[in-house]
Antibody, heavy 114, light 107 residues
Framework: EVQLVETGGGLVQPGKSLKLTCATS????????MHWVRQSPEKRLEWIAR??????????DYVESVKGRFTISRDDSKSSVYLQMNSLKEEDTATYYC?????WGQGTLVTVSS | DIQMTQSPASLSASLGETVTIECRAS??????LAWYQQKPGKSPQLLIY???SLHTGVPSRFSGSGSGTQYSLKINSLQSEDVASYFC?????????FGGGTKLELK
């Protein structure tokens, strides 16, 4: 059974940092391209980052609104993908999902507020 | 970025009815389109990929069609478990972008 489990969300002040983890199982993680997608409180979905596999040099891509602030990474030995979020803004408040596109985690809520 | 315009934003239908949701891309996305179903408090679940391919385990009453910039999701013989929000998403080009969603309710 494919499983993706996100952790690391919570309440954080503007300007602070947070790191999300997505632990996976049930599929060949090492060859999968992994993504982070977020859903705002208004329920709008926004793709934010992707990391390719080793054969594609772990290439990354980001949506413009998070470039320079967020970093996606992976550890194939742990079948996990990460999202380091720096300089957080109130508009980053959302539920964050990791996904292969075919399979999604349950999400972790990030609230940015003073 | 490719803009995805989804319609209608909400829809009310009766059990057994056929429902169609539309999605229009701001440019040709060459069938790089997926449809997701999301139930309250749950994560999105893939229904359709490549515009018309049914994901594993998805009931055959769901179907996708379209090409170029115009795509649609059809649900035949609406069931109570189909009450959910539906989103289209293009993956032809980065950044991937989503439609605004359609909330489907029972009449």
């Amino acid at each position: 059974e494919v499983q993706l489990v996100e952790t690391g969300g919570g309440l954080v002040q503007p300007g602070k940092s947070l790191k999300l983890t997505c632990a996976t199982s049930g599929f060949t993680f090492s060859t999968a391209w992994m993504h982070w997608v977020r859903q705002s409180p208004e329920k709008r979905l926004e793709w934010i980052a992707r990391i390719k596999d080793k054969s594609n040099n772990y290439a990354t891509d980001y949506v413009e609104s998070v470039k320079g602030r967020f970093t996606i990474s992976r550890d194939d030995s742990k079948s996990s993908v990460y999202l380091q979020m720096n300089s957080l803004k109130e508009e980053d408040t959302a539920t964050y999902y990791c996904t292969t596109s075919a399979y999604w985690g349950q999400g972790t809520l990030v609230t940015v507020s003073s | 970025d490719i803009q995805m315009t989804q319609s209608p934003a909400s829809l009310s239908a009766s059990l057994g009815e056929t429902v169609t949701i539309e999605c229009r891309a701001s440019e040709d996305i060459y069938n790089g389109l997926a449809w997701y179903q999301q139930k309250p408090g749950k994560s999105p679940q893939l229904l359709i990929y490549n515009a018309n391919s049914l994901h594993t385990g998805v009931p055959s009453r769901f179907s996708g069609s379209g090409s170029g910039t115009q795509y649609s999701l059809k649900i035949n013989s609406l069931q109570s478990e189909d009450v959910a929000s539906y989103f289209c998403q293009q993956y032809y080009d980065y950044p991937w972008t989503f439609g605004g969603g359609t909330k489907l309710e029972l009449k």
